[in-house]
Protein backbone atom coordinates (compact mmCIF):
# COMPACT_ATOMS: atom_id res chain seq x y z
CA UNK A 1 0.00 0.00 0.00
CA UNK A 2 1.28 3.23 -1.33
CA UNK A 3 0.56 5.14 1.52
CA UNK A 4 2.08 2.91 4.07
CA UNK A 5 5.02 3.38 1.94
CA UNK A 6 5.39 6.23 2.28
CA UNK A 7 4.98 6.91 5.73
CA UNK A 8 7.24 4.06 6.23
CA UNK A 9 9.94 5.92 4.47
CA UNK A 10 8.93 8.96 6.80
CA UNK A 11 8.01 10.64 2.59
CA UNK A 12 5.70 13.06 4.26
CA UNK A 13 4.60 15.26 1.47
CA UNK A 14 4.61 11.86 -0.39
CA UNK A 15 1.78 10.78 2.54
CA UNK A 16 0.61 14.45 2.60
CA UNK A 17 -0.36 13.83 -1.08
CA UNK A 18 -2.96 11.32 -0.14
CA UNK A 19 -5.07 13.72 1.46
CA UNK A 20 -7.44 16.14 0.12
CA UNK A 21 -6.68 19.90 0.93
CA UNK A 22 -9.64 19.76 3.13
CA UNK A 23 -8.95 16.79 4.92
CA UNK A 24 -10.26 16.05 8.16
CA UNK A 25 -8.69 13.82 10.75
CA UNK A 26 -9.94 12.56 14.13
CA UNK A 27 -7.80 10.62 16.66
CA UNK A 28 -7.53 10.03 20.52
CA UNK A 29 -4.53 11.98 20.72
CA UNK A 30 -5.61 15.47 19.03
CA UNK A 31 -7.72 17.64 20.95
CA UNK A 32 -9.19 19.44 17.47
CA UNK A 33 -9.48 17.11 14.66
CA UNK A 34 -7.00 18.06 12.15
CA UNK A 35 -8.90 19.69 9.10
CA UNK A 36 -6.20 20.64 6.54
CA UNK A 37 -3.17 19.16 4.65
CA UNK A 38 -0.96 21.32 5.82
CA UNK A 39 -2.12 20.24 9.55
CA UNK A 40 -1.81 16.61 8.71
CA UNK A 41 1.48 17.40 7.19
CA UNK A 42 2.21 18.96 10.05
CA UNK A 43 1.34 16.33 12.77
CA UNK A 44 3.27 13.84 10.51
CA UNK A 45 6.48 15.94 11.04
CA UNK A 46 6.21 16.22 15.08
CA UNK A 47 5.77 12.53 15.09
CA UNK A 48 8.55 11.72 12.91
CA UNK A 49 10.54 14.48 15.22
CA UNK A 50 9.37 12.51 18.21
CA UNK A 51 9.71 9.35 16.94
CA UNK A 52 12.51 9.04 14.45
CA UNK A 53 11.98 5.04 13.84
CA UNK A 54 8.36 4.93 13.82
CA UNK A 55 6.97 2.78 11.15
CA UNK A 56 4.00 0.75 10.79
CA UNK A 57 3.29 -3.38 9.88
CA UNK A 58 0.26 -3.50 7.89
CA UNK A 59 -2.15 -6.61 9.33
CA UNK A 60 -5.06 -5.92 7.02
CA UNK A 61 -6.89 -4.02 4.49
CA UNK A 62 -10.46 -3.88 3.43
CA UNK A 63 -11.98 -1.26 0.93
CA UNK A 64 -15.90 -0.88 -0.12
CA UNK A 65 -16.41 1.98 -2.75
CA UNK A 66 -14.85 4.74 -1.41
CA UNK A 67 -13.91 3.34 2.02
CA UNK A 68 -10.58 1.96 2.98
CA UNK A 69 -10.44 0.10 6.53
CA UNK A 70 -6.79 -0.61 7.49
CA UNK A 71 -5.17 -1.95 11.13
CA UNK A 72 -1.76 -1.50 11.77
CA UNK A 73 0.71 -1.76 14.48
CA UNK A 74 2.62 1.52 15.01
CA UNK A 75 6.19 1.37 16.31
CA UNK A 76 9.05 3.36 17.39
CA UNK A 77 11.00 4.73 19.99
CA UNK A 78 10.65 7.91 21.88
CA UNK A 79 13.77 10.04 20.89
CA UNK A 80 12.72 13.07 20.47
CA UNK A 81 10.64 16.07 21.74
CA UNK A 82 7.03 15.01 21.45
CA UNK A 83 4.75 18.33 20.63
CA UNK A 84 1.64 17.88 22.32
CA UNK A 85 -1.78 20.10 23.98
CA UNK A 86 0.11 20.57 27.33
CA UNK A 87 3.36 21.68 25.42
CA UNK A 88 6.51 19.64 24.56
CA UNK A 89 7.40 16.27 26.25
CA UNK A 90 11.00 15.80 26.11
CA UNK A 91 12.28 12.14 25.08
CA UNK A 92 11.53 9.30 27.35
CA UNK A 93 13.34 6.70 25.17
CA UNK A 94 10.43 4.36 25.65
CA UNK A 95 9.41 2.53 22.64
CA UNK A 96 5.61 2.28 21.66
CA UNK A 97 3.58 -0.39 19.73
CA UNK A 98 0.13 0.60 19.39
CA UNK A 99 -2.26 -1.34 17.30
CA UNK A 100 -4.50 0.73 15.20
CA UNK A 101 -7.30 0.69 12.88
CA UNK A 102 -7.51 3.75 10.50
CA UNK A 103 -11.04 4.71 8.41
CA UNK A 104 -10.68 6.45 5.29
CA UNK A 105 -12.95 7.83 3.37
CA UNK A 106 -11.86 8.67 -0.33
CA UNK A 107 -13.02 11.40 -2.85
CA UNK A 108 -13.92 10.61 -6.30
CA UNK A 109 -10.27 12.04 -7.52
CA UNK A 110 -9.12 9.34 -4.90
CA UNK A 111 -7.85 11.87 -2.26
CA UNK A 112 -8.78 10.70 1.52
CA UNK A 113 -11.52 13.29 2.82
CA UNK A 114 -12.00 11.92 6.17
CA UNK A 115 -10.17 9.86 8.27
CA UNK A 116 -10.83 8.31 11.76
CA UNK A 117 -7.81 6.62 13.75
CA UNK A 118 -8.52 4.46 16.53
CA UNK A 119 -5.97 3.25 19.23
CA UNK A 120 -5.82 2.66 22.62
CA UNK A 121 -4.22 6.42 23.73
CA UNK A 122 -4.20 5.70 27.64
CA UNK A 123 -1.77 2.40 26.41
CA UNK A 124 0.59 4.46 24.34
CA UNK A 125 0.92 7.02 26.61
CA UNK A 126 1.98 4.74 29.50
CA UNK A 127 4.51 2.89 27.15
CA UNK A 128 5.93 6.41 26.23
CA UNK A 129 6.05 7.37 30.05
CA UNK A 130 4.06 10.02 29.47
CA UNK A 131 0.70 8.97 31.76
Known amino acids: MERVDAFNEHDVQA ?3 FYANDAVLIAP ?3 EPLTSRASIHQREVDLITA ?3 VYVEMIDAIVDGRT ?3 EVVL ?3 H ?30 D ?13 AMMHQLGLS
Open 15 to 17: FSD
Open 29 to 31: TFP
Open 51 to 53: VPD
Open 68 to 70: QVV
Open 75 to 77: RGT
Open 79 to 108: TGPLAGEGGTAPPTGNSVEVPMVLISRFSD
Open 110 to 122: GKITRENRYYDAG
